[in-house]
């Protein structure tokens, strides 16, 4: 029987579709474990589902007299081991055997956005497409959105057919949706110096694009036009503010920054290079807002951001760029205005 095969019989991994079960598959951990390992230890929060897919563990407690063993292919392997947190037992092996860790808040999400794309596929259109819905919540960007809001958010998006070579947006018009393709190419085309147009980009299947003049209420920063044939979800600005714009954004005060900087988190100064250099925070890195996507592969997804501008509007549209690809970011309101001093290091 394979890992796959053994994998969708657990609970609750059991109730996933095939995208969702790709999902908890790719972010599983798997384990060759000796005897006498210990896999937890009372008291702690380890923040795992742990598995026993072949083999014996033991359960033992400082308040209990009897110890519980689990040996897998019985009921009990069908659950995760000792899943209350705090742990409230100490697991070891009695024999050589095979643990899966999957990572706890991630399979909740993982089961709740399964749960949700199978809503809205009942709810809005019995022809959807359930892996497209699932891949659109599963993603970096709604993963951080609350279940309601990314149900919501489905519920609301329009879909708009579209053709090759036709303008979805317009270098500097006003903002007025945020678009997700759902099929086909589109390519993004800038003005350069000269006035003359230069293709930046493409787009592709479950990428975003229109949220910059929705988050900066500023002109449109780019044309985009469809490459191909394909299908658009678009979201209003209102829908957009409501429910992705505010869940996205993390404001945090002066005080409240330098805690996460002591901590260890960056500091992105999202200004003009300009205006950087006529003062800045020390051991500050520049990323200007208008570099932010082309930067972002650079940047270390393991560490926390705090991101300043000027006033707050720039570093509100960098932090939800960021934060759509996957990094966790705050962005300090108010910027460097609303400091009582420009410090020599953190805020």
């Not at 500023?218 to 600005?237: F, S």
């Not at 429910?243 to 920054?257: C, D, H, I, S, Y």
């Not at 051991?283 to 940047?299: A, C, T, Y």
Request: contains cysteine.
């Amino acid at each position: 029987m394979s890992v796959r095969d053994i994998l969708k019989k657990l609970v609750p991994l059991n109730t996933l579709s095939d995208s969702g079960l790709d999902e908890v598959i790719a972010a599983t951990q798997i384990d060759q474990t000796d005897k006498d390992i210990v896999l937890f230890s009372e008291g702690e929060d380890d923040g795992y589902a742990v598995y026993l897919l072949q083999g014996e563990v033991v359960l033992t407690s400082g308040n209990q007299s009897e110890p519980r063993i689990i040996r897998s292919s019985t009921d009990a392997s069908l659950y995760a081991i000792a899943q209350l947190k705090p742990r409230q037992m100490t697991g070891t092996t009695t024999r050589a055997s095979t643990i899966a860790r999957i990572d706890q808040n991630l399979l909740d999400h993982i089961v709740t956005m399964d749960e949700v794309s199978g809503i809205e596929v009942t709810e809005m259109d019995a022809d959807e497409d359930v892996n497209w819905v699932f891949k659109i919540l599963s993603s970096s960007t709604f993963s951080k959105l609350p279940p309601a809001n990314a149900n919501q958010m489905l519920a609301r998006m329009e879909k708009v057919p579209v053709k090759a070579n036709q303008v979805i947006i317009t270098q500097d018009e006003p903002g007025d949706y945020y678009y997700l393709i759902r099929q086909g190419i589109a390519y993004v085309a800038k003005k350069n110096n000269l006035r003359k147009t230069d293709i930046v980009n493409e787009l592709s299947i479950g990428d975003q694009f229109g949220e910059e003049a929705l988050l900066s209420d500023a002109p449109r920063n780019a044309t985009v036009v469809m490459k191909t044939d394909g299908i658009l979800m678009r979201l209003g600005r209102e829908d957009f503010n409501g429910l992705l714009k505010e869940p996205m954004l993390r404001w945090v005060n002066q005080t409240a920054a330098d805690i996460l900087i002591g901590k260890g988190a960056g500091i992105l100064d999202v200004r003009t290079v300009d205006e950087y250099r006529s003062g800045a925070i020390n051991h500050s890195l520049n990323v200007p807002l208008s570099q932010i996507r082309k930067f972002s592969e650079s940047l270390d997804r393991t560490r926390k951001y705090v991101i300043y501008c000027q006033t707050g509007s720039r570093s509100s549209v960098a932090a939800f760029m960021l934060n759509q690809r996957g990094f966790s970011t705050v962005a300090l309101k108010g910027g460097l205005m609303a400091l009582t001093l420009i410090p020599q290091e953190g805020f």
